[in-house]
């Protein structure tokens, strides 16, 4: 079964960096796109943006723009969703997603990280 | 940006046919997809390229797509579909999502 593996809940204070992680497995890593999508507690899901691991391809939604950085490594399958530093409005879930290979849906979904970021 | 607005919520008795709209400028000229999603749980696909199911998604869920709605109808509902529903297209280079859908079954 293709699986997202994320990393575990944070809990960070406001201006710490960091960096979660969701690992690819049972498929071919550098042939789908993966992005990261933001849920507010009680909100809806936010498209950050995603990443084309074979040639590192990243875009970004504008309102992520500058806020974030998406990246991957494919010698273990995985892509990063890193924030140099936090804001307590980056409290959320983030999931990482991986989209289908006509790229028009998510296929394959992460279990999420829970951010926490209060000091 | 594009946006997808869809109603906030969505009431429907059990057994009865439970249908959520999507609107976009041109959405019929895309693709939609529907995620369904439960309290603490990651959104799982129910319907991708506007009226197609993946495998183990029953029946009961379908799609259209045409002008600038698309609409996610659940005929027979049971108790057990009460989630979030959320529509989502493809614009140019980025995904985009509707805002959600709570669908109540009482």
């Known amino acids: 079964e293709v699986q997202l593996v994320q990393s575990g809940a944070e809990v960070k204070k406001p201006g710490e960096s960091l960096k979660i992680s969701c690992q690819g497995s049972?498929?071919?890593?550098?042939?789908?796109?993966i992005g990261w999508v933001r849920q507010k507690p009680g909100k809806g899901l936010e498209w950050m943006g995603i990443t084309y691991p074979d040639d590192s391809d990243t875009r970004y939604t504008p309102s992520f723009k500058g806020q974030v950085t998406i990246s991957a490594d494919n010698s273990i399958n995985t892509a990063y969703l890193h924030w140099s530093s936090l804001r307590a409005s980056d409290t959320a879930i983030y999931y990482c997603?991986?989209?289908?290979?006509?790229?028009?849906?998510?296929?394959?979904w992460g279990k999420g990280t829970t951010v926490t970021v209060s000091s | 940006s594009y946006e997808l607005t869809q109603p906030p919520s969505v009431s429907v008795s059990p057994g009865q046919t439970a249908s959520i709209t999507c609107s976009g400028d041109?959405?019929?000229?895309?693709?939609a997809s529907w995620y369904q999603q439960k309290p603490g749980q990651s959104p799982v696909l129910v319907i991708y390229?506007?009226?197609k199911r993946p495998s183990g998604i029953p029946e009961r869920f379908s799609g259209s797509n045409s002008g600038n709605t698309a609409t996610l109808t659940i005929s027979g509902t049971q108790a057990l579909d009460e989630a979030d529903y959320y529509c989502q297209a493809r614009d140019s280079t980025t995904i985009v999502f509707g805002g959600g859908t709570q669908l109540t079954v009482l």
């Open positions: 390229q506007d009226n």
């Open positions: 049972r498929y071919s890593f550098t042939s789908h796109w």
């Open positions: 997603a991986r989209l289908a290979e006509t790229d028009t849906y998510i296929d394959v």
């Open positions: 041109k959405l019929g000229d895309k693709y």
